[in-house]
């Protein structure tokens, strides 16, 4: 990226959000700042506490501000009345912040339902999609794969995945560069004709999309690499996802039975442990940042509850990425193309 | 299990459905005929080719017999298709075998859904059963974890996933030994309300059953396995099944990347090896031999293509284990107790 030319990008960052709030948020506010040009960082919460955390690190003050908001949503709140209830929580006040065009983006590792509801009905939509999405990535054994979706959509129609297939193609391609990438629909097996009614009539959609389509993927391809883009309804691609999230889990849980069965295999999970490390990184969210909701008319990225510093630092990242490369015109340019040629009744 | 008092148990094992056969089927019933009793193994199949494998070995042949079966349905073949052509199959004898009796119970590791079509067409259903169902063990931290159902039925209603659960209940108590098993549903929230359609009704018939149910589940708490039995629609297990199979291959894959890097990782993973060795045991099929089909009258446990001979072995335990237990009985007098509450609509 130019240096010296590029506007300054300032990103609102929910800063009550995460479990470990504001202690990782403003930890990573600091880091980026410190470490990047170009991202100004806006802290949206209560501030005393806010202040009393930015205490304890030295940044320069003029790029990261603070913006009150008094009222908290908590985790296990309902999403819907959560946002009636408090129009002046962090979420509420740093998405407006985002609206009025105060902030390029917003940011935050809170209840994910109602950073989800609280983004649309703040931001809207961009024209025609119907439901906006959110994809994640998932550890491959070779390139980039993002599947789509992974948790804002139930009970979809095939024209949802047929727009969860250009929202993540537009994001792949201009977010990781990946040319034309591949689009992989997720099924119970390669042949067109396997799956559920809703892959089947999804899969007429995108063989007509003009997208790069290759046809049914299966579970196992999605950690192979098979291809950038794997499209499903969002209730399988939440199950994988959090199934992803326990293989780290289970490694963990097997080592440390390994290690406890005798003092040899003690010493050699001991001598193991790097190894694992290492291999394991892909296996941890907190590399890949955060999850990008699409389809809303600005750019909202959801965290894990447990982001770490380093995890808020790349989902700044993330998002200053996608301010700049304009995801959102490129994502409705591309969506009503495709839309023209799609039956009403899909 | 008394030895000596017990009747002999005959299997019928289509010598010719794996990737491998006969080599694999032949080597896995020898195996099991030496080092067990009470089984008697009946390989059916192209006789010159099963002979031919069955020298290499030496055994007890009164223990296994030879069936002619001419023809064999290849992977790659349409089920419906190659079950119409095909009677002279060795998957079409062998589980007509089972059906007249001459064996207790039949193993197939051919076509997935040739083995399951067939079964279900020769064998017929269980009484009050819609839809037979295929279970598969997962890896766990703690405990037995089975997943109904895994590829045999999509678009399921939310009667079926009440039918899962009973059949899965009764597995998990009479092959796993545990009393009263618990019952997670597979969603995307710990919540009642959280969920899909399907989910949502299948949560109000799984409460009022009776069953050990105890909630909605999420992806992770497979691997954790904090309930004996999940329940979800064939699509989305069978999308957890082959995902949880692909992390094998990942996790070989980043350790031979991890070990090119340079000569110290090198050592690293060699020194890492037999840990882990230990350790992925748990995610390799060929430990749980086979996935039962649960619903059908008579006992089929389908095998997967690349099954090896322990795989075998295993396979054909488990259909011992499954005769004496007198699993169809149970199932039928459980689905029976508890269809009176079901509304018809369900």
Request: hydrophobic fraction near 40%; include cysteine.
């Amino acid at each position: 990226m130019s240096q010296g030319t590029k506007e300054t990008i300032t990103i609102s960052l929910d800063a009550m959000g995460g479990d470990n709030a504001p202690v990782s948020e403003v930890a990573g506010a600091v880091e980026t700042v410190s470490e990047t040009d170009g991202i100004n960082v806006v802290l949206v919460g209560q501030r005393e506490k806010i202040e009393s955390e930015l205490k304890k690190h030295s940044f320069d003050n003029s790029r990261i501000l603070v913006h009150d908001a008094f009222e908290v949503i908590e985790m296990h709140e309902s999403p819907t009345e959560a946002i009636k209830k408090k129009q002046n929580s962090s979420l509420i006040v740093g998405l407006k912040l985002h609206k009025e065009k105060s902030a390029d983006a917003f940011i935050s590792a809170g209840n994910t339902g109602a950073v989800m509801a609280a983004s649309l009905f703040t931001l809207g939509r961009i024209a025609n999609v119907s439901r906006p999405t959110i994809g994640s990535r998932f550890p491959t054994e070779r390139g980039i794969t993002i599947v789509f979706d992974v948790g804002a959509n139930v009970d979809c129609k095939p024209v949802n995945l047929l727009e969860f297939a250009v929202m993540g193609s537009v994001y792949a391609s201009h977010i990781f560069g990946i040319d034309n990438p591949t689009i992989g629909l997720l099924s119970v097996g390669e042949e067109k004709t396997k799956g559920d009614l809703l892959t089947t009539e999804a899969y007429e959609l995108l063989e007509k999309s003009g997208l790069n389509f290759t046809g049914n993927v299966e579970g196992r391809d999605v950690l192979r690499g098979t291809v950038n883009v794997v499209v499903c309804d969002g209730f399988v691609g939440n199950v994988i996802l959090k199934f992803a999230e326990g293989v780290l889990g289970i490694l963990r849980t097997k080592f440390k039975d390994y290690a406890e069965k005798n003092i040899l295999n003690k010493i050699k999970v001991g001598l193991a442990h790097g190894t694992m490390k290492g291999v394991m990184k892909d296996f941890d969210y907190q590399e890949y940042g955060g999850v990008p909701l699409l389809g809303v008319s600005g750019v909202s990225i959801i965290g894990h509850g447990r982001s770490s510093p380093k995890a808020f630092k790349n989902m700044i990242l993330r998002a200053e990425q996608m301010v700049r490369a304009k995801i959102n015109q490129i994502i409705e340019s591309k969506i009503k193309d495709i839309k023209e040629f799609v039956p009403k009744t899909a």
